[in-house]
């Protein structure tokens, strides 16, 4: 058999742990894939004395993980320490300064510097693998990159980050509260670091960067993701949704217009029971990819965790002792072109907008005013029980309008006197 590939794994978190008991456990059947063996040469992470859920004795220890950058014994770095900026950056910039192949799991390195780092790797005539930065263990990249390299994509789109799926399903099913089932999140090892990064739709953001990006051959600019988390959705808002027949679902969604323009955003919808997308629960992820020769391609599959990430990376290190070498995004850098945006304003769809009122007279009608004066159609309303003496919740959806109408609506009926709080608006998707 040819020599073995000799890697250097920076960071023993989840991932890192999960990449390490993976070639343990699948050395032969993964060497046989590859055409050699995938040999560990050293690891670092902060703390050496770390108790750690796999056996690392045998590995050469590595203080500084910047080192891996320049160990002479190493073929590829494996960069699983995340970030956009710090030791993850600087690691991966030198590593392919270097001439050595890069493996990450990183999306938010990817999505702030995915066009720089494109760039170098190809100066250097090196490549840098990232299954792992999207959609967990469901082989999205490599789908994009290769399997639909014949078709013009139009769209893509889904439920991209683990955490938020898991919280709004777990909410739903079991009635537990937001900071319960974010806590069990982070034990079973969903979360990001910063579990903001997931709640507050960041996350997603950068995933849908990368797929947008890869999809429509344009730079990442993640600037340009219009991004809203989970956190102002309420247990009320779960119920309301499930009364009027829907799923509350984070998704992020990237179109390419007839015209050229690209839109992409990720915010809190409301999707159809019915649907495949409305029945994907948990951690799951799904990402539904448009082409025009393919037509729509949905694929299902586990979006965060410790086995299906190491199952991403170690796949990217396979193709790596293949001596796979890609341009990063599919497209040589020099083709890579700065994206025409659409304005998010312009899109136009369904809406659900919940508001919490006081109980009085004429409270609707002012609504309803605002909502005639802004060209807003509403479809249907919601009220449950009468309480004069606390706020109660008005549901409303929308016929067809444009968001930034519902936008200036929203925001003109959040200063009328008997709202309290911030109207909860969310699209209605029903693909
Ligand atoms: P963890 O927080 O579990 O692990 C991070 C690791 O990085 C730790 O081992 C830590 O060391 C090490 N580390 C931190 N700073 C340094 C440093 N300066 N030098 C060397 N090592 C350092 O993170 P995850 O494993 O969950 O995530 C890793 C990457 O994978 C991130 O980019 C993340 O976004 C991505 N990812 C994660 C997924 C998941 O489900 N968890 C899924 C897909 C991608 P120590 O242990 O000593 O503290
Ligand atoms: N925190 C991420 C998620 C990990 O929950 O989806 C997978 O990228």
């Known amino acids: 058999m040819n020599k073995p590939l000799r890697i250097g794994i920076a960071g023993l978190g989840t991932v890192g742990t999960g990449v390490v008991q993976a070639l343990r456990q699948h050395g032969d059947l993964i060497a046989a894939r590859a055409g050699r063996r995938i040999e560990i040469a050293a690891v670092a992470a902060r703390d050496k004395k770390k108790k750690r859920d796999v056996d690392l004795s045998s590995y050469r220890w590595v203080d500084d993980a910047a080192a891996l950058a320049k160990d002479k014994d190493i073929d590829a770095v494996v960069e699983l320490i995340g970030g956009a900026e710090g030791p993850a950056r600087a690691l991966v910039e030198n590593a392919l300064d270097n001439g050595k192949t890069v493996v990450t799991a990183n999306k938010a390195l990817l999505a702030h510097h995915g066009y720089d780092l494109a760039q170098r790797a190809e100066r250097n005539g090196t490549t840098l693998f990232y299954e792992a930065s999207a959609a967990g263990g469901i082989p999205i990249i490599k789908a994009l990159r290769e399997g639909f390299a014949g078709n013009e994509i139009r769209a893509v789109y889904g439920i991209l980050n683990g955490t938020c799926n898991y919280i709004l399903t777990e909410m739903r099913e079991t009635g537990r509260d937001f900071a319960a089932v974010l806590k069990d999140a982070q034990d079973k090892g969903y979360a990001e670091a910063d579990p903001a990064t997931d709640i507050d739709g960041i996350d997603a953001a950068h995933k849908l960067c990368i797929l947008g990006t890869l999809a429509f051959g344009i730079r990442p600019e993640i600037g340009r993701v219009r991004t809203a988390g989970i956190s102002a959705v309420t247990a009320a808002d779960i119920a309301h949704a499930t009364e009027l027949g829907y799923r509350i679902k984070l998704l992020g969604i990237a179109q390419r217009h007839d015209d050229g323009s690209v839109v992409q955003s990720v915010e809190p919808c409301l999707v159809p029971v019915g649907t495949t997308i409305g029945a994907v629960e948990g951690v799951f992820n799904a990402v539904l990819v448009e082409g025009d020769f393919a037509g729509n391609n949905l694929s299902v599959g586990r979006g965060a965790g410790r086995g299906p990430t190491a199952s991403a990376v170690v796949a990217d290190l396979v193709d790596c002792a293949q001596g796979l070498k890609r ?84 925001a003109q009926i959040g200063k009328l006197k008997a709202i309290t709080g911030k109207p909860c608006l969310m699209r209605i998707e029903t693909f």
């Open 327 to 410: 341009p990063v995004f599919g497209i040589a850098a020099a083709q890579m072109k700065p994206a025409k945006w659409a304005d998010p304003g312009a899109a136009a769809g369904h809406f659900y907008i919940h508001f919490i009122v006081k109980d009085r007279p004429g409270v609707l009608a002012d609504i309803a005013a605002v909502m005639r004066d802004n060209d807003v159609s509403i479809e249907s309303v919601l009220q449950r029980g009468r309480n004069p003496e606390n706020p109660v919740s008005i549901v409303m959806t929308t016929h067809h309008a444009k968001r930034a109408a519902i936008d200036a609506a929203c």
